[in-house]
């Protein structure tokens, strides 16, 4: 297992600048079976980003602590959960799933502590900033966060310690995106570039939370919250036989705005949606269990062993029964 991880200020940043001791930094990844790189970097004084590209041989369920105020989080690929909560007070955890195609605010005047949950032969890449309340204050920014609540459109969930709001991912925020991961992880340094792309992907995420109404996807803003539902529900019931009907009831939507929403959101229908979590979810048995190929269709909702196998065949190559004996490992 091969993890690089680098921790460094950016060259120009100022003398009295410090990148705080993370309390869940590179000893928290030392033991887990983990490839690929992170890049963690300060660029001023109560701000920093950090860049990643990994890949979870193991399950990884670790307990974390994270410092009061604003991470935003652009996952460009990501599978499971994390579970949020005030470090200090009575305040409820909050549950928060994973999604590769929309951008996270989780915003808090309080330490936060939590647990990750993410799957095995998993691939967690993308970007996060990270801004205390000194850095948000400086930038007159600070009340706008901590005045959010249930009637801010971009909210997923809060309570009286968290507020966490989600957003679909613009078409500026990608090009940022993509290029924080470009730079960041490639060999040549050009710490003025990561500088200003660092700073352009937090300005143009707080004019998001500023104007959320005139960001590029107004349309789907109203409906995020419902279409991630729709996605957690399919993905916590792969061995159900779902209707388009079915689905939308559950989440409050008209099975249109359910289709093209899904569309949008996610970059596949409801049916393909489902048919690739379920191939990936049989993968994932077959690779660690010493489970039937009977028993595994069952489970990810086919009744027909037969008809399973033409789709794992079309999706992987192989049939279940050779993608067993030769011992694969999923990916």
């Known amino acids: 297992m091969t993890l690089n991880f680098e921790e460094r200020l950016l060259k120009q940043a100022q003398l009295e600048t410090l990148l705080p001791v993370r309390r869940a930094s590179q000893a928290e990844l030392a033991d887990v079976e983990i490839d690929g790189d992170f890049r963690r970097l300060g660029i001023r004084d109560g701000l920093e980003v950090s860049i990643y590209d990994l890949v979870l041989n193991a399950p990884f369920r670790r307990k974390v602590v994270s410092d009061a105020g604003l991470t935003m989080v652009f996952l460009t690929n990501a599978a499971g959960a994390s579970l949020i909560r005030p470090c200090a007070g009575n305040a409820a955890e909050i549950r928060l799933d994973y999604d590769a195609r929309t951008a996270i605010m989780i915003y808090s005047d309080r330490d936060l502590g939590g647990q990750y949950d993410v799957p095995a032969n998993t691939r967690f890449s993308g970007v996060e900033i990270r801004a205390t309340d000194a850095f948000l204050r400086r930038l007159d920014v600070i009340e706008t966060f901590r005045n959010a609540r249930d009637s801010h459109p971009l909210t997923l969930a809060t309570n009286k310690a968290i507020w966490i709001g989600r957003f679909p991912i613009t078409s500026t925020i990608e090009a940022l995106v993509s290029h924080l991961m470009t730079s960041g992880l490639g060999q040549k340094r050009d710490d003025l570039s990561m500088e200003a792309r660092s700073l352009d992907l937090l300005t143009a995420s707080i004019s998001v939370m500023r104007e959320p109404l005139f960001c590029q996807k107004t349309k789907f803003l109203r409906d995020t919250n419902a279409l991630l539902k729709a996605k957690t529900i399919l993905l916590h019931n792969l061995d159900k036989a779902w209707t388009i009907h079915d689905l939308a009831r559950q989440v409050g939507l008209s ?77």
Request: positive net charge; glycine residues 6%.
């Open 255 to 331: 099975e249109k705005r359910l289709k093209e929403g899904f569309r949008q959101q996610f970059g596949l229908p409801v049916y393909s949606f489902l048919q690739k979590s379920r191939m990936e979810e049989a993968r994932a048995i077959l690779a660690q269990k010493d489970s039937t190929v009977t028993e595994v269709a069952l489970a990810v909702g086919y009744a027909n062993p037969s008809r399973f196998s033409q789709l794992f065949l079309r999706q992987y190559g192989m049939t279940p029964s050779v993608f067993k004996l030769q011992g694969h490992t999923a990916r």
